[in-house]
Structure formats: C-alpha cells, structure tokens
C-alpha cells in the first residue's frame, strides 16, 4: 500500500508509539508496533527495520541524551521504562492544578490534559479527579497567564505597568476599582493565590496584588523604580520575611510579636510562620515570638482566638481587645 507518510519519519512514530501505548506492563511487540504504524500513521514496515529503529532509539536515549527517558526490550516486547515524569509525579502536578484557585476551571482542564499527555493512554483512566475540575474554588479571570507574561517583560526589561485592579461587590461579580501603574518586582505564590509584588507609583510603596483581580494590563515605557530605592528595601529582597511575616499579604513592616498559645496549635504556629517561629514552654502553654505584620497577626490571632493570647505590642492586644468588645456587643444579646 501507498504510505500517507514518508519512512523517514517511522522512527518519530514509533517512538510516540511507545510513549502513548507501551510501559513496563503493556509492552509492544514488533508485530503489535507495526500495526500502529500501518493503522496510525500509514507507514508500512516489515520488522527487521522497526527492529533497527528501536536500536537506534535505545542508543539514543541509553547513550548520554538530555533526555529523562528509556526504552527496554525484552522477551514480552518493548516498552518505555522511564518518562520525564512519573505517573506519581504526575498525579502531584495534577492535584496542584486543581487546588490552584488563580487557574481558571478551563485552562485547569487545559493544563491537565498535557500532563496527562506526558504518560500513556493507562494513566488518565487512573486519574479520577480529573472530572471534578468544576467542584473546586476558581477564578473567572481568564487573563491571568496573559498578565504574568506583561509583567514577566516589565521585570526583564525594566519598565514599569499600568492595570485595572477589581474586588468583589455584593453581586458576587468583580468590579473595578481603580487604575493602577506600578513597578512589578515579583509574583509570589501564596495560600494557593498568586500575588504581584510591585511599587505603587502613586503612593511610592510597595504592595502586594492580586493576580487574579489584574485585569487590562499593559507594558508602559516608563524606567522601573529600583527596589533598594524604596524605605525598607535598601537591602532588596527577603523572601523569608515575605513568606512567614505576611500570612494575609498585607503591607506594613514586619515588627516582632509575643504570645501565648496551646500545644494544640503548634503545628499550624509552623505551618503559618515557619521556622523563623521561637518557641519556649512556658507552663502549659507556649510563648511564642514572631516577626510579623501587625495587621496580619491581627487576622490570624481573631482566626485562632480560643487558642491565642497575644503579650506585646501592646497596640495589637488592645485591638484584639476592642474586636472582642465589639463581637460581644454583636453577639450578646
């Protein structure tokens, strides 16, 4: 029969032959890949050269190649034994797709799909979370990738961005609040959101955005404000200090917080501030001292109330404080 596609390309072929059909428990015979090849693609090989081929993808992949792959042949047949990610490995980039509430549901799907193309036809059947893309907590905003490459740019080239930043109405709906031009300096993923780290060129601070609430984002021609240049920055960066000290992302300095707390929260205490956290016995309970920002502790601290008492600054207990009396007078009655 007439081949719809040269020979040449057999080795390509059956290459994506193995990696789409073949692993250690399904493995192809030289019979099995020419029927693949005939059914597939049109190309029709007698054995002794499909035989040749797979030598030459052994070699390739057995002989130093970049590539985080190898073929096996044995008395059963060939088969790829190592991909560039295995099914577990997989499956942890998959989950970490779906939990991702800045991806939208179908670009989730998207995503999903080309790392279940990444192993064989026997994976995405194991895969059941797949289908419950919808059942998860997930942005609309459609332009989030989009406004990571525009400020992937500004960063590179120095420039600064201009955008329209959204919140949330009564009507569930985003809606616009304001325009924004900022210098970006990082994007940091936390709390399973993403946030852009810029300087607010307006008010010559530093800030931290929600990337799924960026939307009309553009490259402006403006030079970036150097970040050292900033009160508090002179030192550039600690990504330390960005991760444990500022568990809501709000933006005021970090300053060093005392408190009381149960053994039974110990774990969220790591979870929250890491182990930046010093923690000495005190009784029964724990005291603990923290770097952190002054209205996030706030959040946190209402959050774990039955379980916290704050010692120092003495502002921050009296605002604890006055959250309690004002809860009391809500919740009295």
């Known amino acids: 029969m007439n081949s719809f596609e040269p020979k040449k390309l057999a080795i390509i072929r059956i290459f994506q032959i193995l990696h789409k059909y073949s692993d250690a428990d399904h493995p192809l015979t030289q019979d099995e890949i020419a ?8 190309i029709e090989l007698e054995r002794k050269a499909i035989g040749k081929n797979i030598t030459i993808l052994r070699d390739y992949f057995c002989g130093g190649s970049d590539e985080d792959m190898d073929i096996v042949s044995d008395r059963r047949g060939t088969y790829l034994a190592v991909r560039a990610f295995d099914d577990s490995e997989l499956r942890m980039l998959i989950d970490g797709v779906l939990a991702s509430r800045y991806i939208t549901p179908g670009h989730s799907r998207e995503l999903i799909g080309r790392l279940c193309a990444l192993s064989n036809k026997y ?7 797949i289908y419950s893309v919808d059942d998860w907590s997930k942005t609309e905003n459609c332009a989030l990738f989009y406004n990571i490459e525009v400020i992937d740019t ?8 201009c955008f329209s930043y959204n919140k949330y109405a009564a009507d569930g709906k985003l809606h616009k609040t304001g325009d924004h031009r900022a210098t ?14 810029a300087c607010n060129e307006r008010w010559k601070n530093v800030g931290f955005y929600r990337m799924d609430r960026i939307t009309d984002i553009r490259l402006c021609d403006e030079p970036a404000t150097p970040l050292r240049s900033l009160k508090g920055y002179e030192s550039g960066l600690d990504y330390r200090e960005i991760a444990t000290a500022l568990p809501y992302m709000f933006t005021d300095r970090p300053q060093m917080v005392d408190f009381l707390a149960d053994e039974a929260i110990v774990d969220q205490i790591v979870d929250w501030f890491g182990e930046g956290a010093r923690i000495e016995r005190e009784g029964e309970r724990l005291k603990v001292r923290v770097r952190v920002s002054l209205k996030a502790m706030e959040y946190w601290a209402m959050q774990y109330i039955n379980y916290v008492e704050i010692l120092s600054p003495a502002s921050l207990r009296e605002c604890i404080r006055d959250n309690l009396r004002r809860a009391q007078e809500k919740y009295g009655k």
Do not use: C, T, W
């Open 184 to 197: 970006p300096y990082q994007l940091i993923l936390h709390n399973q959101r993403y946030y852009l780290m």
């Open 154 to 161: 500004a960063i590179e080239q120095g420039k600064q961005v």
């Open 35 to 42: 029927m693949r090849l005939l059914n597939d693609y049109g």
């Open 123 to 129: 994976f995405r059947s194991h895969v059941k979370n």
